[in-house]
């Protein structure tokens, strides 16, 4: 007990001075009481403050964007399925009687040949239309008709097969634009029936799902 006494007034001249502190404070007027009391809360509120950032770092901005445009438009028209096609030619000719449209029999002279060419098909994405639904979450896609965009012919790719000259109707076989444009249409309905059009536009969904997913990755996409 002796030693806590000696501890405690071991220092006479302190207490003397936090005793004078005090007295102080206690006969200061109340308008100095007050300020000194809000000048410690707002010190103590400064430091709370800078404490709290300092624990609970402030967090990135949350930025919501509102997607209004899926680029469509500035591809235009687009091939999204093409066929390659190889049609014979069988051209023949006869010599006709004076000047009618009989053909005289064993006049006849032929040629077989073949034709290149490759079809594209697609559509215009331009003309899509859409509506995006932010409450479900989902992209509504409205196609355009599919339709073949070219069909071209080779030309360099004539290959002669079988060619008769009849002593009677010698010929000069050359193949004209109406032969071209027949190999054309033939191919072309051959192309469609075997599903160039629906190929078309099962891939132009699959690029259109593709670009919509870059875009809205969380959001489905159907086609009404």
């Known amino acids: 007990m002796d030693d806590s006494k000696d501890q405690i007034n071991n220092n006479p001249s302190e207490n003397r001075r936090n005793d004078s502190l005090f007295k102080m404070l206690k006969k200061a007027p109340a308008k100095l009481k007050l300020i000194l009391v809000v000048l410690l809360c707002f010190i103590l509120a400064l430091v709370s403050l800078e404490l709290l950032q300092f624990l609970m770092p402030p967090s990135d901005p949350v930025i919501e964007t509102k997607v209004t445009e899926l680029g469509f438009k500035d591809l235009g028209e687009l091939v999204t399925q093409a066929a390659f ?28 040949a073949s034709l290149d060419g490759v079809i594209k098909a697609g559509l215009d994405f331009a003309a899509i239309s859409y509506v ?87 959001y489905k996409v159907v086609f009404p």
């Open 132 to 218: 995006i639904d932010d409450e479900k979450q989902e992209v509504s896609i409205t196609l355009p008709e599919t339709r073949v965009l070219s069909n071209e012919v080779d030309h360099d790719s004539l290959q002669i097969y079988d060619e008769k000259q009849n002593v009677f109707n010698p010929q000069s076989f050359k193949i004209v634009n109406d032969t071209y444009k027949k190999v054309e249409s033939e191919a072309e309905a051959k192309a469609i029936k075997n599903g160039l059009l629906i190929n078309a536009t099962e891939n132009a969904k699959k690029l259109i799902i593709g670009m919509c997913k870059q875009v809205l990755p969380e």
């Open 85 to 112: 096609y190889t049609e014979i030619v069988h051209e023949s000719n006869y010599r006709k009687l004076f000047k009618t449209d009989i053909n005289i029999l064993g006049t006849e002279s032929s040629i077989i």
